[in-house]
């Protein structure tokens, strides 16, 4: 049910009071306007959440970027979080992961056409990207930014794993909130991530109704879908390795904020799962490495390993992988899926306010658009969402 992974620690909530009273003085701080938030003339798009740990941001923008990169330039900011660099780094083919963190180096090698740059100053990566008038760019995409003020997105995207629902959370340290659940009166667009498959229409009904929304904010669901498994080391694991998963001895390696979803959908489909799970962003250590061949070698046969893209992404560069890991090791790539027959209605949400915001004359009046020449004129004005408007 929803909800089901979060446990509060009673004895903490004192100081989830005073933790809370400084991000409330914060925000107060950006809303009368002492701290500044600024706009662009570019279409600007926050994913983000206020809850640590993994509400599955990387395949949500992801998705973003795939109904938006055939028909437009579009450039992805993150911090770039455990890189080795500093400052602002836009990222080519051949950046290394050290240089931009693990997950912005996942979205360059999976999609190459996109611009990808890090910097822990948001509005600096963007004033420079959008001032290269060699490589114009149409949209931007904010990775994990909804407590990033300074930014003023036109869309900006909440993201609450239906396991870890905000209104049954507590502030830091005693919960997982980074700030008051208020914070999601912010959001234009929350969705609901890791959804069950089998969620029943009065679960849909009882969560929208408990989320409390305001009438200007839209409201999705959606669940993950894994793809079929691909190995990490091509050209030593072969194929037959994977037939009959069911009847596979399954180690699930893993250093990511949230592994028990994966853990639990995947028990059906094995006969066991050894878990190794690590935190999030973990860099393997020898020792790591070591734990990994031992145990592996110590499990029963037919067995397999599986990882995630993001952990596959820092294994490939680590030395002293034993031969049968690397023959065994398979990465699970992971989409996310619109549940409520609700991708149609996202996907024009996203793209008509791109549209209708970009400098692009091209986007700005698509083939399908009949009204007059001037109806989408946008000039030089900073645009916001309309749903506050409709």
Same mark, same amino acid.
């Given at each position: ?8 620690? @009673? ?40 809850? %640590?740990?993994?509400?599955?941001? $990387? &395949? =949500?923008? !992801? ?12 450039? %992805? ?17 051949? +950046? ?6 693990? *997950? ?10 996109? +611009? ?62 980074? #700030? ?17 498959? !089998?969620?029943?229409?009065? #679960? ?17 669901? $959606?669940?993950?879908?894994? @793809? ?5 080391? &091509?050209?030593?694991?072969?194929? !037959? ?8 001895? %399954? ?29 999030? /962003? /973990?860099?393997?250590? &020898? ?6 061949? @031992? ?13 995630? #893209? ?6 490939? +560069?680590?030395?002293?992988?034993? *031969? @049968? ?11 996310? =899926?619109?549940?409520?027959?609700? *991708? !149609? ?24 658009? =009949? ?12 645009? $916001? ?6």
């Amino acid at each position: 049910m929803e909800g089901d992974f979060i446990k509060i620690n @009673e004895w903490l909530l004192p100081l989830s009071w005073f933790y809370g009273l400084g991000v409330k003085f914060r925000n107060f701080l950006f809303e009368v306007g002492i701290l500044k938030s600024h706009a662009y003339k570019v279409p600007v798009i926050s994913v983000g959440n206020i809850t %640590v740990g993994g509400t599955g941001k $990387t &395949p =949500h923008v !992801e998705y973003l970027i795939r109904i938006m990169q055939d028909n437009m330039r579009v450039a %992805v900011v993150s911090r770039g979080y455990k890189r080795k660099s500093k400052g602002f780094v836009q990222a080519d083919a051949n +950046t290394p992961m050290s240089m931009i963190g693990d *997950e912005p180096y996942q979205m360059k090698q999976k999609f190459p056409n996109i +611009t990808m740059a890090v910097d822990s100053k948001r509005c600096r990566a963007i004033e420079l990207l959008t001032n290269d008038n060699k490589n114009p760019i149409d949209a931007i995409l904010l990775d994990d930014a909804f407590q990033h003020r300074h930014v003023k997105p036109g869309i900006n995207i909440l993201l609450v794993d239906y396991h870890r629902l905000i209104i049954y959370d507590k502030l830091l340290p005693a919960g997982r909130l980074r #700030e008051p659940m208020k914070g999601k009166n912010r959001a234009d667009i929350v969705i609901v991530t890791k959804c069950p498959k !089998e969620l029943k229409p009065m #679960e849909f009904r009882v969560i929208t109704k408990a989320m409390s929304l305001f009438p200007y904010q839209k409201l999705y669901f $959606t669940t993950l879908k894994y @793809e079929a498994l691909r190995p990490v080391f &091509p050209k030593e694991c072969p194929a !037959e390795t994977v037939s009959q998963l069911d009847k596979q001895n %399954v180690l699930l390696l893993t250093g990511i904020a949230s592994p028990r979803q994966m853990s639990e959908d995947l028990k059906s489909q094995v006969r066991s799962i050894t878990p190794m799970t690590f935190s999030d /962003h /973990h860099d393997f250590k &020898p020792k790591d490495i070591r734990k990994l061949n @031992e145990t592996f070698e110590a499990m029963n046969e037919p067995k397999l390993i599986i990882t995630t #893209e993001k952990d596959a992404t820092r294994l490939t +560069t680590k030395e002293g992988l034993s *031969e @049968e890991v690397r023959k065994h090791l398979y990465v699970m790539p992971i989409r996310i =899926h619109f549940m409520q027959d609700q *991708e !149609e209605s996202f996907n024009q949400n996203i793209l008509g306010y791109v549209r209708k915001n970009s400098r692009n004359s091209i986007l700005v009046k698509p083939k399908d658009d =009949h009204k007059p020449k001037d109806s989408n004129s946008t000039g030089n004005r900073p645009r $916001t969402i309309s749903f506050r408007n409709n």
